[in-house]
């Protein structure tokens, strides 16, 4: 029997190449509305990273986020946290906006994203 073989960056560089294809708009086969902004991503890449965003994504193309929950800014904060596994943490929207993209990401049920919301905010000796 043959020992299992890893590439380590494999994964790393499928997430890239996937965030590459929804910049393009390549291969996207999901719309999310939020407020008048609208945003492409693929259903398996949503499906994935969130239970809610699964059971949005499997009935329809066209979803349409709560804009008191999440705001355009934030979604495409948490978007770009989805197809990058990061948030920026040089990025001055981010920074400010912590407690908003922690609220989001509360409501899309993206428990990783909330964890490393409330750690930055402890970092940043703000209460959870």
């Keep these: ?7 380590p960056s494999h994964a790393r560089h499928l997430l890239l190449q ?6 393009k708009g390549f291969l996207c086969d999901v719309i999310i509305v939020v407020q008048n902004a609208l945003f492409r991503a693929h259903k398996n890449v ?7 965003l699964k059971s949005l ?3 329809d ?7 008191e929950m999440v705001s355009p800014g934030i979604f495409r904060i948490i978007l770009d946290y989805i197809y990058t596994g990061r ?3 040089g990025d001055q929207a981010t920074e400010q906006n912590l407690g908003a ?7 899309l049920q993206l428990l990783d ?3 490393l919301c409330k750690k930055k905010q402890k970092r940043n000796g703000k209460s959870v």
């Design 1 to 7: 029997m043959l020992d299992a073989m890893e590439v």
């Design 18 to 23: 996937l965030n590459n294809q929804r910049t």
């Design 46 to 52: 949503l499906a994935a990273s969130s239970i809610y």
């Design 57 to 59: 994504v499997v009935h």
């Design 61 to 67: 193309n066209l979803i349409n986020l709560d804009h």
């Design 87 to 89: 948030l920026n943490e």
């Design 101 to 107: 993209v922690l609220a989001a990401a509360s409501y």
């Design 113 to 115: 994203l909330v964890a």
